[in-house]
T-cell receptor
Framework: GENVEQHPSTLSVQEGDSAVIKCTYS??????FPWYKQELGKGPQLIIDIRSNVGEKKDQRIAVTLNKTAKHFSLHITETQPEDSAVYFCARASGGSYIPTFGRGTSLIVHP | GAGVSQTPSNKVTEKGKYVELRCDPISGHTALYWYRQSLGQGPEFLIYFQGTGAADDSGLPNDRFFAVRPEGSVSTLKIQRTERGDSAVYLC?????????????FGEGSRLTVL
């Protein structure tokens, strides 16, 4: 189906450490993989995305990698800061409508 | 500019009542999405509008749920005969077709509690 599996559900790190969140999907037609950050009481906000013709993308302290053969993609946050604490969602979409199917989320806690 | 606006931010109702949730998308955005988010879960797709028409309503759980977007801007999600299981945060998002990314811009949601 179109489900996305996301791990871990909770991730606790010390400030300055790296954090990695992993997702897998099953639909081979998936060609767009966004990551959203949701702070308490807010709607999700896009932080980075990657398309299926690219293996890796970086934006300052965040990076996303995609392995289409294995059907998994990951979010990497380096030099974590307390303000990175939030819930992170991976998602996948296919076709031209960009309707994302979301994972269950990872609660990232960065301890000062 | 203004983001996606959703009203009410909180709605408490009794089982069996009718509820309307409103979404005001970013001006000029032709695509509008409704999602439902239960506690500790990711957003779950309900319906997608392209202009005035529902291009994909495959996520609506049953016929108690209905959404409209009569003029291609504001949308209303309507829930009839509410049940306790309908309690969730209802998120609306909009996007501009033709933009280089598939970014959805979300509102802060309407929290629905059915007693």
């Amino acid at each position: 189906g179109e489900n996305v599996e996301q791990h871990p559900s909770t991730l606790s790190v010390q400030e300055g450490d790296s954090a990695v969140i992993k997702c897998t999907y099953s639909d081979s037609a998936s060609n767009y993989f966004p990551w959203y950050k949701q702070e308490l009481g807010k709607g999700p906000q896009l932080i980075i995305d990657i398309r299926s013709n690219v293996g890796e993308k970086k934006d300052q302290r965040i990076a996303v990698t995609l392995n289409k053969t294995a059907k998994h993609f990951s979010l990497h946050i380096t030099e974590t800061q307390p303000e990175d604490s939030a819930v992170y969602f991976c998602a996948r979409a296919s076709g031209g409508s960009y309707i994302p199917t979301f994972g269950r989320g990872t609660s990232l806690i960065v301890h000062p | 500019g203004a983001g996606v606006s959703q009203t009410p931010s909180n709605k408490v109702t009794e089982k069996g009542k009718y509820v309307e949730l409103r979404c005001d998308p970013i001006s000029g955005h032709t695509a509008l999405y409704w999602y439902r988010q239960s506690l500790g879960q990711g957003p779950e797709f309900l319906i997608y509008f392209q202009g005035t028409g529902a291009a994909d309503d495959s996520g609506l759980p049953n016929d108690r749920f209905f959404a409209v977007r009569p003029e291609g801007s504001v949308s209303t999600l309507k829930i009839q005969r509410t049940e306790r299981g309908d309690s969730a945060v209802y998120l609306c998002a909009s996007s501009s077709m033709g933009q280089s990314t598939g970014e959805l811009f979300f509102g802060e949601g309407s929290r629905l509690t059915v007693l």
